[in-house]
């Protein structure tokens, strides 16, 4: 609407405050009469109702029973509380600024005009309906999908929460989120602005590819690259428009015969970040020495064995750390126990290793005597 119309407003409050035709805020198994139409138009706007204005005057008898109608007719409120009601005074210049906006047939008493939520006009005749109830029935249907009070509260919630996601850049919860807010048809605020906040993570989608791509290009940045394209694919695979990019990219980039062994590499190396993410140091251990084991004399075996290193340090000084007052070398011991169990059925070498030092962890404890019993089965 102009903003000429909506700076008019305290005019038109003003005015209908001492006319006849003043409809208060009803109780709340009635509908509201609205007379401030920036309290009008935010409402329709945010809840995604129609706006039906009457535009009427203080000696219409048609105007004032059609209020009367709204305000007191209980075989109203299904349809009329899917619409956001508000009454104008014709004699003001706010009302012929209405008129030279939307098209409203005849000259009569009462205009009424109905506009969807996004603005546009579904009705503009002269005259009070005949059969109210069938008119504001038969409008609903070019309406849109109108949310009820429960619905829009719970996708508002949802809203909030894919914001949140997207500033933590965790942008497969922030697209299944705002997804959640979407309902075809509905001109609500929120879902207006779901869609913007998907067309935000479909924009860095594109820039993130464009970075994957652009490492891949570089002879060094190969499994950085194929990486980067993974976390891609985790992250937007899940979005309708970026999905398809991403798609595109793994195909052209992935499934070539001379990639297939970068993106196999980069997929168990993803496979083991997230393990160490998740705080499961022995199965990471696992997953970076199969890297070492399947792919030697790579980028990604090499990387294998800075992880394995940096693991094996925290693991001899983390207990001593989270326990100094004692009872660590046992711990220790436990752990060094469980890596070196964990790896007897694949890598004796590496698992008589991690006995051993199990036992020099804390040589009376349990897991050293378990420790000793496995060393003496091994060849």
């Known amino acids: 609407m102009p903003q000429r119309i909506l700076c008019q407003i305290t005019c038109l409050v003003a005015l209908f405050a001492t006319t006849s035709l003043r409809v208060p805020v009803i109780a709340a198994d009635r509908i509201p009469v609205l007379i401030d139409q920036d309290q009008a138009v935010a409402l329709t706007r945010r809840t995604g109702r129609p706006l039906l204005a009457i535009g009427g005057t203080v000696n219409c008898v048609y105007c004032v029973k059609m209020a009367k109608q709204l305000e007191t007719d209980e075989s109203l409120v299904p349809a009329a509380s899917k619409y956001v009601i508000l009454k104008i005074d014709t004699s003001t210049p706010l009302w012929r600024e209405w008129r030279d906006k939307y098209e409203i047939d005849g000259d009569g008493v009462p205009q009424v005009v109905i506009l969807r939520a996004d603005g546009k006009q579904i009705y503009g005749k002269s005259g009070a309906p005949a059969d109210l109830k069938g008119f504001l029935e038969q409008n609903l249907s070019d309406a849109g999908t109108v949310l009820s009070g429960e619905e829009l509260a719970d ?39 779901a869609r913007k906040l998907l ?120 207990p001593a750390k989270t326990d100094p007052e004692g009872g660590g070398g046992a711990r220790k011991a436990a752990s060094l126990l469980k890596l070196g169990q964990q790896l007897l059925p694949t890598k004796p070498a590496d698992a008589r290793d991690y006995l051993q030092r199990a036992i020099e962890a804390d040589p009376e404890s349990e897991a050293a005597e378990t420790a000793r019993e496995l060393l003496e089965k091994l060849p």
């Open 199 to 318: 067309d935000n993570l479909d924009d860095r989608a594109v820039v993130a590819l464009k970075e994957a791509e652009k490492k891949l290009s570089s002879r060094d940045r190969q499994l950085d690259g194929a990486l980067a394209l993974l976390e891609v694919e985790a992250a937007f695979s899940g979005h309708p428009s970026a999905q398809g990019r991403v798609t595109d990219a793994l195909s052209r980039h992935a499934e070539g015969e001379d990639k297939a062994p970068l993106f196999a590499q980069a997929r168990l190396v993803r496979e083991a970040q997230q393990l160490e993410t998740a705080k499961k140091r022995s199965e990471a251990i696992l997953a970076w020495q199969k890297i070492q084991a399947d792919y030697p004399d790579t980028v990604a075996a090499t990387l294998a064995g800075r992880r394995l290193a940096d693991l094996e340090k925290r693991a001899s000084k983390g």
């Open 155 to 193: 996708r508002e919630k949802l809203l909030r929460e894919a914001q949140k996601s997207l500033k933590k850049k965790d942008y497969a919860k922030a697209t299944e989120l705002g997804l959640e807010c979407i309902q075809d048809d509905c001109f609500a605020a929120v879902v207006g602005e």
